[in-house]
């Protein structure tokens, strides 16, 4: 299996010089996000999500399962994760790489443990109906970042997709046609946003938001925040990587509230334009 | 977050009668398993860890070596029966995976890997019994296993798991405590008091962690305590079996054994 291939050492030491004087190669102040772009597609919960040249694709589809008898009450929520040699060529096919466990794992804890979705919502008759929603991420494209990018692209398709209406008479079930009844949304708790800052092994280089592929290549530490815009930590994630200080993890986490405001207003117009642009006919 | 169980009663207590910061038993054994080069076993209240280190070796596959350095190879297995409910674990589980990388990534920039370019360092954990703080007992064993395989470190890493109960922090949770609170463990490098490992699961408001976080550190440092007892007494009883086998005592045999205090 051949390496993927490491960054020449000029190429190192001059990213290394540029960021000890916060300067990043795109232009990037050390803690700016490069803007999401949300496209949504013709279904809902579509969405595709870029940050640069990183792109991530989110589709849910919904579907009436016999819940789990340990579980009768609660709807099921599953995300699968497709990360093909597609996205970049350090990606093959077989056992799953380090980096695609961290992936999966962290997307299982922003968007499922951390109870974004009302699980006991999608039940629709106790023990023998409940919604099954299906949450498939694929990345398209990766050049940095895939984490925030598959996180945010998962969370708007949630908030994004709505679920056909369901009437139930006696243990009659029946499902209405987007086209007869409105279709509603999923019932949320919150909106989880993960940001992702990456640092250094020279000290005095200041943390960065949002690594580019090669940053993240060349740092020496990740820390993965999730978080609401109601200042809730839903997942803290710092795996070994190079020591900090605790004074600096408390900053980064402040760092990362202001963000998620903003991506939470950012997210919000752009649900609401597609909204506004949608037409659902209801007769 | 209903629980038949009071987490913390009136009185302060806590199910399993401790107070809020109390940490659980520490019992830490060094002694040497088969052939391994370091070992330990180390016991939170009902949780036991046992890791074995094997190195620095010749690399299994050639391949894997980097020039430079020596690498780490960390492998789980957590025993069926270390759980109340009898279940078998594959070693691909995910969670395994994802603990074992945590672990690999804690320890690559203490270890001092650059000392053994193309040679590979393999640590091999085993859980015996799980009661809450897995992955703080598995960073501790792993750090005293390494402790007595010679391998050279640049610190310590002591870890330790924590939670907050409405807004009161409590600190090495067990599993009762543990699937009621939201928790989160944080290693500690003693000496520069800096932190390599954080992880939380749960929702938890940013000032509540901000409690939760700084208490953590603060108990890392006695957790620290604890194990760098252990090391020194491993090694007095070593040296001690030393001089009974020499001819000549040299002198006095605390004199190898100062390491400076902090």
């Given amino acids: ?94 056992r799953p790489s380090d980096q695609e466990v961290t992936i999966t794992r962290m997307l299982d804890k922003v968007l499922r443990r951390s109870d974004a979705v009302d699980k006991e919502s999608l039940c629709v008759l106790a023990g023998q109906r409940v919604w099954h929603i299906r949450l498939t991420i694929h990345v398209l494209s990766d050049s940095g970042n895939m984490l925030d990018c598959a996180c945010l692209a998962g969370i708007v398709a949630l908030k994004h997709f709505r679920r056909p209406e369901v009437e139930v008479v006696g243990d009659e079930i029946t499902i209405h046609h987007p086209s007869e009844r409105a279709p509603m949304p999923l019932s949320m708790h919150h909106t989880p946003y993960c940001f992702t800052f990456a640092f250094f092994p020279d000290p005095s280089t200041p943390p960065l938001l949002d690594p580019s592929h090669l940053e993240e290549t060349l740092s020496a530490g990740l820390l993965s925040v999730a978080l609401n815009a109601q200042r809730e930590l839903c997942v803290v994630q710092k795996a070994g990587g190079v020591p900090l200080a605790p004074e600096d993890v408390l900053r980064i986490m402040d760092v990362a509230v202001q963000k998620a405001k903003e991506l939470d207003k950012i997210v919000e117009s752009a649900l609401q334009d597609d909204w506004a642009g949608r037409n659902v006919e209801v007769r | 977050m ?220 006695t957790i620290h305590k604890e194990m760098k007892r252990a090391v020194k007494d491993r090694t007095v009883a070593l040296v001690g079996a030393m001089d009974a086998g020499a001819k000549h005592p040299s002198g006095d045999p605390d004199r190898d054994l100062t390491m400076e205090d902090r």
């Avoid at chain 2, 002591?158 to 543990?178: I, K, M, Q, R, Y």
């Avoid at chain 2, 520069?192 to 603060?218: G, N, P, S, Y």
Wanted: net charge negative; glycine share 8%; with cysteine.
């Fill in chain 1, 1 to 94: 299996m051949p390496r993927p291939p490491s960054p020449s050492i000029p190429e190192k030491e001059f990213v290394y010089g540029a960021l000890k004087q916060s300067l990043r190669l795109d232009g990037r102040a050390m803690l700016e996000m490069r803007t999401p772009t949300l496209t949504f597609g013709p279904e809902l919960g579509w969405v595709e999500c870029s940050l640069g040249k990183t792109r991530v694709l989110a589709q849910i589809d919904g579907k009436m399962v016999k819940p789990p008898p340990e579980r009768p009450l609660e709807g099921m929520i599953t995300i699968h994760s497709e990360l093909s040699s597609m996205a970049s060529n350090e990606y093959e096919l077989g």
């Fill in chain 2, 2 to 221: 209903s629980s038949r169980v009071e987490i913390l009663n009136d009185g302060g207590f806590r199910s399993d009668g401790r107070k809020q910061y109390e940490l659980r038993d520490i019992t830490i054994d060094l002694s040497q398993q088969g052939t391994a080069d370091g070992s330990a076993i180390i016991t939170h209240g009902l949780t036991q860890v046992m890791v074995t280190v094997f190195g620095p070796r010749e690399a299994k596959m050639r391949s894997q070596t980097l020039h430079d350095r020596a690498v780490l190879n960390v492998e789980m297995s957590v025993a069926p029966f270390s759980t109340g409910e009898r279940r078998k674990r594959s070693r691909a589980d995910r969670r395994i995976l994802e603990l074992s990388a945590a672990i690999e990534s804690t320890f690559e920039p203490v270890v001092q890997t650059s000392l053994y370019p193309r040679s590979q360092i393999d640590i091999y954990i085993h859980v015996l019994q799980q009661d809450g703080g897995l992955l703080q007992a598995c960073i501790n064993a792993t750090t005293l296993a390494l402790i007595t395989a010679g391998v050279p470190l640049l610190d310590f890493v002591c870890a330790v798991s924590g939670g907050v109960h409405s807004t009161e922090p409590l600190l090495d949770l067990t599993t009762l405590e543990e699937n009621d609170l939201p928790n989160l463990t944080v290693a500690v490098m003693p000496r520069t008091r800096k932190v390599t490992l954080v992880t939380m699961e749960t929702r938890l408001h940013v000032e509540r962690f901000r409690d939760i976080f700084e208490l953590a550190c603060e108990a890392g440092q």
